[in-house]
Nanobody, 122 residues
């Protein structure tokens, strides 16, 4: 139901744009989010957006560098990642929240997509 794409191997300072396509049934009335998980680490919150796209929240570590957006016509979630750093290296996951608001709480997300690997070399 969720498929993330757009990951890859880039150098520090480069940009990447991740996409996540969801079915209309599972995402049209829900907040959406991105999480990431580095090897040996817990899955952590990156960014979230409300159902209408009028509210966004970001982890402090990505604020000012990453931008989350959504296209409700295409049922697609995006994550524009600029000024990438080696510490951004992780598998990135998109997720559908249980409600329409933007939330950073992992337990408030009900559907998870397959991840896409992002590797940033120094």
């Amino acid at each position: 139901q969720l498929q993330a794409s757009g990951g890859g191997l880039v150098q520090a300072g480069d940009s990447l744009r991740l996409s996540c396509t969801a079915s209309k049934r599972t995402s049209s009335n829900n907040g959406l989010g991105w999480f990431r998980q580095a090897p040996g680490e817990e899955r952590e919150f990156v960014a979230a957006i409300s159902m209408r796209g009028d509210s966004t929240i970001y982890a402090d570590s990505v604020k000012g560098r990453f931008t989350i957006s959504r296209d409700n016509v295409k049922n697609t979630l995006y994550l524009q990642m600029d000024s990438l750093k080696p510490e951004d290296t992780a598998v990135y996951y998109c997720a559908v929240a249980r409600s329409s608001v933007a939330t950073s709480r992992r337990e408030y997300f009900q559907y998870w997509g397959r991840g896409t690997q992002v590797t940033v070399s120094s």
